[in-house]
């Protein structure tokens, strides 16, 4: 495989999104309603390069979290997999705490972490409106760059 030129940033959550970066220039969405719109939208993405590489955060079911909560976290989850599966993009899946710990220290209160993750995400790219839907995504996407780049 070429080296990729596009990096994609995917999280899954019910309010999750999507970002991709090239190193310069970059996009983010808040993740979709539908699968139709989510296939869309990541087509749309595969336009800013020809050899992309994507971050999709795997997680599971937490403590506390409703079983329809879960059910439809499961579902966007797997759709974004079949998504990839069906564009033939490659991907790998990594848990939240190995994607955070390269930004260093985190809040243990989901607020307060939610709130730093959008603040670094604003902090490394200040031209894009970054909201709380679409900070994780576009810290996905920047792992996924500077990942790729440390091991080539």
């Known amino acids: 495989m070429q ?22 220039l970059s996009v983010c969405d808040k993740t979709p309603g539908t699968v139709a719109d989510m296939a869309k939208l990541m087509l749309s993405l595969l336009d800013m390069g020809t050899r992309p590489m994507v971050v999709i955060e795997s997680v599971h079911s937490m403590p506390g979290n409703s079983g329809r909560s879960m059910f439809t976290f499961g579902t966007n989850y797997g759709q974004w997999l079949g998504i990839l599966a069906a564009l033939h993009i490659p991907y790998i899946q990594v848990p939240p705490t190995t994607w955070m710990k390269t930004f260093g220290a985190m809040p243990k209160a989901k607020t307060a972490r939610k709130n730093h993750l959008k603040h670094l995400a604003q902090q490394r790219y200040p031209d894009l409106h970054i909201t709380l839907a679409t900070a994780d995504a576009i810290l996905i996407a920047h792992y996924c760059f500077t990942r790729h780049k440390l091991n080539n």
């Open 3 to 24: 080296d990729p030129n596009l990096f994609i940033g995917i999280d899954p959550g019910n309010s999750g999104g999507v970002c991709a970066t090239t190193g310069r």
